[in-house]
């Protein structure tokens, strides 16, 4: 998932050269919930018959999740490097340790600090790979706005996967329901604000540019909105939010075998000896959860069986 969710951007970096990032946040959710809901309606019309509490959540969900994480996501694309972005993201994990502890309860053991600090031990050297290392390192001491509007961005995506993993677990609401409802109900808060302080001559896109424009934003929707989004719901009836988020550690060395796939970039050997350490890291967390109870194995059924229960 996240080896895939990584190019997300890269591909938005290139479509915010033609639209301004509120416009580019509300079209982009707004498709997703306009395909997701549609497919809903003619799958299972009964999963939009929703309690007061359900729409309660399902409407936080779009505000944290949706509006005011990829609208403070894009808005800082604009101004920082791809290592700095990736480096902000990195307190993902701890903003989902926090939230983790206060909704569900969730420990945080020696064991799973340790795999932590060997994780991000493992991330930190991709970071000297990558442009713009030398300007993070030596910037650390200030903070700029577009800087604090990515945290602000990594703290509210967090808290948004904490509030789907309360819908999915403690609702009868199924991933792509809240994920369909909250996409189209956030393109709208988006759109609202684009209106509001983005310039409409009649559209913030130019004609020229409507092409490209399009084309960005439909690959962004159908990878991100569509298929990771679903499938990060999916796994969260598994995994718990911060062990997913902690996952999330390993998207710039993916990010860097992108580049290396579809650019030509060669990726320095370091990314892969990070990419042990990190996995080592994973593993610490993952046992630790484990052992708690917060991950529960699933036993395995055989072929034939899973088959017919299908």
């Known amino acids: 998932m996240y080896a895939v969710w990584s190019s997300i951007f890269s591909i938005g970096k290139m479509t915010l050269e033609y639209s301004p990032p509120l416009f580019l946040t509300a079209s982009r959710m707004l498709l997703a919930g306009v395909l997701l809901l549609a497919f809903i309606t003619f799958k299972d019309r009964a999963s939009f018959r929703l309690t007061v ?31 700095k972005t990736c480096f902000i993201y990195s307190l993902g994990p701890f903003f989902s340790a926090l939230l983790s502890y206060l909704h569900f309860g969730e420990k945080m053991n020696g064991r799973k600090w340790l795999g932590m600090l060997v994780g991000f031990a493992g991330f930190i050297p991709v970071l000297s790979v990558q442009k713009g290392a030398e300007e993070l390192i030596t910037s650390l001491s200030f903070l700029s706005w577009p800087e604090l ?12 996967w904490i509030l789907l993993r309360v819908i999915v677990k ?124 917060y991950i529960h194995k699933q036993p395995q059924k055989p072929v034939l069986d899973s088959v017919i229960s299908r």
Not at 223 to 237: E, M, R, V
Not at 265 to 274: M, N, Y
Request: hydrophobic letters at 55%; proline letters at 4%.
């Open 149 to 160: 509007a990515m945290m602000g961005a990594a703290f509210c995506s967090v808290y948004g």
């Open 53 to 83: 509490k359900q729409i309660f959540f399902v409407s936080l969900l779009a505000l944290f999740s949706v509006y005011l994480t990829n609208a403070l996501e894009f808005w800082s694309l604009q101004h920082l490097t791809a290592a």
């Open 170 to 293: 403690d609702t009868t609401v199924s991933p792509m329901m809240a994920n369909g409802a909250s996409m189209l109900l956030g393109g709208l808060f988006a759109l609202t604000h684009s209106y509001l302080a983005e310039s409409w001559a009649p559209l913030p896109v130019a004609t020229a540019s409507l092409g490209p424009f399009l084309q960005g934003t439909l690959i962004m929707t159908l990878i991100s909105n569509i298929l990771c989004y679903n499938l990060y719901g999916f796994l969260l009836k598994r995994f718990t939010a911060t062990f997913l988020s902690f996952m999330g550690l390993l998207s710039p060395i993916f990010a860097s075998l992108n580049s290396w796939i579809f650019l030509g970039e060669q990726p320095s050997a370091i990314i892969f000896v990070s990419t042990g350490i990190v996995s080592i890291g994973l593993w610490l967390i993952y046992s630790a959860e484990l052992k708690q109870g």
